[in-house]
């Protein structure tokens, strides 16, 4: 019986991919492990959005050559997003390496496992992983690829290169996909692309589906209560998606919404194709169509010629949109991407004084929504007992962690009422029906 060990780095999109190399190596009879120790295939499905993204890599990799070293029949894969940028070079950097295979080429992991030599498999449109099988990690929970690639040229991302252009999936593969997830007890799918609101750009249908076309279809599917979606483009977020965020009954009041930057000098270096009061207009229609709606967001500080004043925009931005959550990076300069390239590069101690005040001003603006939800009930997935004592979690439909005390089976939906909150999640007991 051959054995696998599996590491998944980055975003949603790489846990689904990491899903569907689990379905290919069960499908192949391989059984997973939770020890490497215990393995015979290691697979890293790396993540290279940032540089720390790579030095994890490197890190990993130094225990797989450690397990190796102590049975070289061990095969060592290396996924992701990673190995479609840097390609053949990875096994220059990291000898370590049997097999290398990019996100669209997941399909060929079975028959490279039993090839010999260092193996690379980048070329070519590969297989639009959506149509992969994938294992699900809870049997109540999904996600759906509805597109791959990115048909933006944001300065400072890798991601078009790791990934591709934008292709979509037809939408009747998406609908078909989605109703048999519910006829197998589905409950809550999220729907993932790197642009949902860009969906069907690409296709060369006479009449387009637009992303909230395809959400109208899928509300209309019976068992699915919850849908979700991520993740969208401030630029393309259109009047018609958020009327479907207001009036569609299974779509849940959440968008994640990445801003990046508050100052548009900034936003116009990084092409992201919106103003500041573009983005806080598209905020405010969200706001004033569905009153419940999480607003959530990405930030970067230290993009090449941020200046403090650009910063101070950023700062505003976070008070003016009162965000539910954020994530915060510094900005790490990608090798090939058009921003690795500009003058002006912010010195580290200063992008770091600016992430601890960015930081710092998101968290405040997260208690203060959060404590917001105190003293009403919220609608709960219990997705099983709580890191606190004997608490059970789950998420509410604004997707924040609620722990709480009563007894519910994972997978139920419940009311719980909020007796307490932090910046990060909501505390309560489960509501009397
Ligand atoms: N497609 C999404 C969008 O356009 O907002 C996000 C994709 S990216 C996987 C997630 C986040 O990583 C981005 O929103 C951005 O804040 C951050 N990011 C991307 N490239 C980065 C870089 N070079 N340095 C720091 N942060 C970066
Ligand atoms: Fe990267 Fe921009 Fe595409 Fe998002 S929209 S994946 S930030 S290029
Ligand atoms: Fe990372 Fe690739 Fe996602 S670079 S953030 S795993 S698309």
């Known amino acids: 019986m051959r054995t696998y060990f599996l590491r998944s780095f980055g975003c949603q999109m790489n846990d689904h991919d990491a899903e569907r190399i689990s379905a290919l190596l069960d499908g192949d009879g ?11 295939v290691i697979v890293y499905n790396t993540c290279t959005v940032r540089h720390n993204a790579d030095d994890r890599l490197a890190g990993h990799l130094g225990e797989a050559a450690r397990v190796k070293a102590l049975d070289p029949r061990r095969v060592v894969v290396v996924a992701g997003c990673l190995p479609q940028v ?12 049997d097999v290398a295979l990019g996100p669209q080429h997941l399909r060929e992991l079975p028959g490279a496992l039993a090839g010999r030599g260092q193996r690379g498999y980048f070329d070519g449109e590969g297989t ?34 790791a990934r591709g252009a934008q292709r979509s999936r037809p939408a009747a593969a998406i609908v078909s996909e989605v109703r048999s997830l519910a006829a197998d007890g589905v409950l809550e799918v999220t729907l993932l692309g790197q642009n949902v609101n860009a969906y069907g750009n690409d296709l060369a249908d006479r009449v387009r589906p637009t992303f909230a076309g395809l959400l109208r279809r899928l509300d209309a599917l019976d068992g699915v209560r919850r849908l979700r979606f991520t993740t969208s483009h401030p630029r393309d977020l259109s009047d018609e998606l958020v009327e479907a965020v207001a009036t569609l009954s299974s779509v849940c009041e959440h968008v994640h919404l990445p801003a990046q930057s508050g100052s548009d000098r900034v936003l116009a270096a990084m092409g992201r194709g919106y103003t500041m009061e573009w983005y806080l207009g598209r905020v405010e229609a969200l706001r004033a169509a569905v009153a419940d709606i999480a ?16 910063f101070d925009d950023t700062l505003r931005l976070v008070s003016a949109a009162g965000f539910d959550a954020a994530f ?20 580290p101690e200063v992008a770091r004084r600016r992430i601890e005040r960015l930081v710092a001003a998101t968290q405040a603006e997260s208690r203060r929504r959060h404590a917001a939800a105190v003293g009403t009930t919220v609608e709960v997935l219990v997705e099983g007992a ?7 979690r789950g998420r509410s439909r604004q997707n924040v962690t609620v722990n709480f005390s009563g007894a519910a089976a994972s997978g139920a939906i419940v009311p719980v009422c909020v007796t307490d909150s932090t910046s990060t999640t909501l505390r309560g007991r489960l509501a009397i029906r």
């Open 386 to 392: 709580s890191r606190h004592g004997a608490l059970l």
């Open 86 to 97: 840097e390609r053949e070079a990875l096994f220059e950097r990291f000898p370590i390496i």
């Open 30 to 40: 391989l059984v997973r492990v939770e020890r490497i120790d215990d393995a015979d």
């Open 328 to 347: 915060t990076f510094v900005f790490s300069p990608r090798p090939g991407t058009a921003a690795a390239a500009m003058t002006g590069a912010v010195p």
């Open 128 to 161: 639009l992983s959506g149509e992969l099988p994938a294992r699900r990690e809870r049997p109540f929970q999904a996600w759906v690829q509805v597109m791959s690639g990115c048909g933006n040229a944001c300065s400072y991302c890798i991601v078009p290169a």
């Open 295 to 310: 607003v959530t967001t990405d930030l970067m500080v230290g993009f090449p010629g941020e200046t403090d004043d650009d």
